[in-house]
């Protein structure tokens, strides 16, 4: 992995939960390769143990954990495991998220008369228990973690906790209603953090990735041939850059962030990597 620069992580303990997903899995090869000891939590606890092995054959540090962001005792357990391996927590990555289909319409904009003739799943069709399952992921997945981890920061009177938000924080996308409002929750959580830890040695940020894609968007962003979707288009059309994101491009913008050398007086922020979606009005 070529890093577009490289802090000083060593000594530090980075916890990463949703470590062995598409992104984060990534993250944790940046901390990796920057010095830190890396606890890679995830609920696919053997995708976890397969890329801390991956690390540790490349020369890094890196212990795979198995882990429910949803259940306290399941996050307990993973801090005690973390304590045990590497010590108290330094670097905290709330990386854990994701959709589901049950809180997802079919339609971008309600029909009528189209809706009921094509038996579509509109708006007035959601599964509440997906929408729980989406903000229970997303947001208590953030929760949880960070009581555990940060506790060992408040001990201490130091350390950095960096959360992933979305685009849809700040403009919420058609048919995904539940994410769009899990995220934003969030980007509002972040801060809420930042304040409350102002006083504590404990830097609180976010990314908000633009549009990239991974296995959770893949059937939204192409079809079956491999071409883009109306979807995808769409996304090209409002971005300036006219491009989907590389993930190696979230990289800076983290490492930024945790980097106390770097970004001593940042905190409370969401920073928007999106190739100019943000800025962009479609005129």
Request: aromatic share 8%.
């Given at each position: 992995?070529?890093?577009?620069?490289?802090?000083?992580?060593k000594?530090?303990?980075?916890?990463?939960?949703?470590?062995?997903?598409?992104?984060?899995?990534?993250?944790?090869?940046?901390?990796?390769?920057?010095?830190?000891?890396?606890?890679?939590?995830?609920?696919?606890?053997?995708?976890?143990?397969?890329?801390?092995?991956?690390?540790?054959?490349?020369?890094?540090?890196?212990?795979?954990?198995?882990v429910?962001?949803?259940?306290?005792?399941?996050?307990?357990q993973?801090?005690?495991?973390?304590?045990?391996?590497?010590?108290?927590?330094?670097?905290?990555i709330?990386?854990?998220?994701?959709?589901?289909?049950?809180?997802?319409?079919?339609?971008?904009?309600?029909?009528?008369?189209?809706?009921?003739?094509?038996g579509?799943?509109?708006?007035?069709?959601?599964d509440?228990?997906?929408?729980?399952?989406?903000?229970?992921?997303?947001?208590?997945?953030?929760?949880?973690?960070?009581?555990?981890?940060?506790?060992?920061?408040?001990?201490?009177?130091k350390?950095?906790?960096?959360?992933?938000?979305?685009?849809?924080?700040?403009?919420?996308?058609?048919?995904?209603?539940?994410?769009?409002?899990?995220?934003?929750?969030?980007?509002?959580?972040?801060?809420?953090?930042?304040?409350?830890?102002?006083?504590?040695?404990?830097?609180v940020?976010?990314?908000?990735?633009?549009?990239?894609?991974?296995?959770q968007?893949?059937?939204?962003l192409?079809?079956e041939?491999?071409?883009?979707?109306?979807?995808?288009?769409?996304?090209?059309?409002?971005?300036?850059?006219?491009?989907l994101?590389?993930?190696?491009?979230?990289?800076g913008?983290?490492?930024?962030?945790?980097?106390?050398?770097?970004?001593?007086?940042?905190?409370?922020?969401?920073?928007?990597?999106?190739?100019?979606?943000?800025?962009?009005?479609?005129?």
């Amino acid at each position: 992995m070529q890093l577009p620069y490289k802090p000083d992580f060593k000594g530090k303990v980075a916890v990463v939960t949703g470590g062995a997903g598409v992104l984060c899995s990534m993250f944790a090869k940046a901390l990796a390769a920057c010095g830190a000891k890396v606890a890679i939590l995830d609920l696919a606890g053997e995708k976890a143990e397969e890329l801390a092995k991956e690390i540790c054959d490349e020369g890094g540090q890196a212990i795979g954990v198995k882990v429910n962001v949803l259940d306290t005792e399941s996050v307990a357990q993973a801090h005690a495991t973390v304590l045990d391996a590497f010590g108290p927590c330094d670097i905290l990555i709330n990386g854990a998220g994701g959709n589901n289909a049950k809180a997802t319409t079919d339609d971008e904009f309600f029909d009528r008369a189209e809706s009921i003739a094509e038996g579509k799943k509109s708006f007035f069709d959601l599964d509440p228990a997906g929408f729980d399952f989406v903000f229970g992921l997303n947001l208590k997945g953030t929760l949880l973690p960070t009581q555990a981890f940060a506790r060992d920061m408040a001990e201490r009177n130091k350390g950095t906790i960096v959360s992933i938000s979305s685009m849809n924080a700040f403009t919420p996308l058609t048919k995904i209603p539940a994410y769009s409002a899990a995220k934003a929750a969030v980007s509002n959580f972040t801060k809420w953090l930042t304040v409350y830890f102002s006083h504590s040695g404990i830097r609180v940020n976010a990314i908000a990735p633009g549009f990239f894609s991974t296995q959770q968007n893949k059937k939204l962003l192409w079809n079956e041939d491999g071409s883009p979707t109306a979807r995808t288009n769409k996304i090209l059309r409002n971005t300036p850059m006219e491009r989907l994101g590389e993930a190696e491009e979230l990289i800076g913008g983290l490492l930024f962030l945790l980097d106390d050398n770097a970004s001593s007086f940042v905190t409370g922020i969401v920073m928007p990597i999106d190739g100019g979606f943000s800025a962009y009005s479609g005129v």
